[in-house]
């Protein structure tokens, strides 16, 4: 009998033509920024340290070290390689020079003021190796001499008793 043969052809058919299976979507990676002591790594940071006086600033453009009596090197900014409560950043100078600047989740006192920053900070460059301390760019630009060094989020309300 044809029969058998004339219908799994029909099945065959009907299948080609039905529409394919939900295919389930790709599941959600979070892709935003990793923070560290409560820094995110996302936005501008600066390091710093004294004797000698040093600056690093991080952000997603690239990698700036300065310092007194040192010229400026600039890197592009690989991302940070996190690892326990470590972010290292490992990158090549315009000049072809190795830098390194690890940014450890461990309070930070730089010794000229009486600020505590988030973030240790050691940075190799040169065949040097600098210590100081880090924090976020907005958390700096809005500190004061004193206290811990942290970025404020939202509006900072006013001042005095609420209104009735």
């Given at each position: 009998m044809r029969i058998a043969p004339l219908f799994g052809l029909t099945i065959l058919v009907l299948a080609a033509c039905s529409p394919s299976p939900e295919v389930p979507d790709a599941p959600t990676i979070d892709v935003s920024p990793a923070t560290l002591a409560g820094v995110d790594l996302g936005r501008p940071i600066r390091a710093l340290g004294n004797e000698p006086?040093?600056?690093v600033t991080i952000s997603p453009e690239g990698i700036v070290y300065s310092g007194v009596d040192r010229p400026e090197q600039t890197a592009d900014n690989p991302g940070p390689l996190l690892q326990g409560t470590t972010a290292r950043y490992e990158a090549t100078t315009g000049t072809g020079k190795p830098m390194s600047v690890a940014l450890i989740a461990t309070t930070c006192s730089d010794g000229m003021s009486d600020r505590t920053y988030p973030l240790t900070a050691v940075v190799k460059i040169d065949g040097e190796t600098l210590?100081?301390?880090a924090a976020?760019?907005?958390?700096l630009a809005t500190a004061g001499e004193s206290g811990l060094v942290v970025e404020t989020v939202g509006p900072t309300p006013p001042a005095g008793p609420p209104p009735a």
């Amino acid at each position: 009998m044809r029969i058998a043969p004339l219908f799994g052809l029909t099945i065959l058919v009907l299948a080609a033509c039905s529409p394919s299976p939900e295919v389930p979507d790709a599941p959600t990676i979070d892709v935003s920024p990793a923070t560290l002591a409560g820094v995110d790594l996302g936005r501008p940071i600066r390091a710093l340290g004294n004797e000698p006086f040093w600056a690093v600033t991080i952000s997603p453009e690239g990698i700036v070290y300065s310092g007194v009596d040192r010229p400026e090197q600039t890197a592009d900014n690989p991302g940070p390689l996190l690892q326990g409560t470590t972010a290292r950043y490992e990158a090549t100078t315009g000049t072809g020079k190795p830098m390194s600047v690890a940014l450890i989740a461990t309070t930070c006192s730089d010794g000229m003021s009486d600020r505590t920053y988030p973030l240790t900070a050691v940075v190799k460059i040169d065949g040097e190796t600098l210590t100081g301390c880090a924090a976020s760019v907005a958390a700096l630009a809005t500190a004061g001499e004193s206290g811990l060094v942290v970025e404020t989020v939202g509006p900072t309300p006013p001042a005095g008793p609420p209104p009735a």
